[in-house]
Nanobody, 117 residues
């Protein structure tokens, strides 16, 4: 059974940094794509960033230049380095892993990021 677990969310002041971590365990498969999404109160879940095993990244416009998505050496791990955080970045951040044959989406429970002004 695949489990996706995120960590690293916290309360931080505007201008600060956080690093989110995620690991997807319980699968024989290696996820080609893993990524981060976020959901703020009263809003839809939105893409933040994705990154592939071979280093291809994709970012939402709001994340470009401030956030970095990277894959870890360990199987099915992904990180999100967030710099220059703004109050608008406040949300629950969810990790996503695309695994299996056929491919399915697996989600973590989310980690809260709160940026104070």
């Amino acid at each position: 059974q695949v489990q996706v677990l995120e960590s690293g969310g916290d309360l931080v002041q505007a201008g600060g940094s956080l690093r989110l971590s995620c690991a997807a365990t319980g699968s024989w498969f290696s996820a080609d794509v893993m990524g981060w999404y976020r959901q703020a109160p009263g809003k839809e879940r939105e893409l933040v960033a994705t990154c592939t095993r071979n280093g291809i990244t994709n970012y939402a416009d709001s994340a470009k230049g401030r956030f970095t998505c990277s894959r870890g050496r360990a199987k099915n791990t992904v990180y999100l380095q967030m710099n220059s955080l703004e109050p608008e970045d406040t949300a629950v951040y969810f990790c996503n892993a695309r695994l299996g044959d056929p491919v399915e989406d697996y989600w973590g429970q989310g980690t809260q990021v709160t940026v104070s002004s």
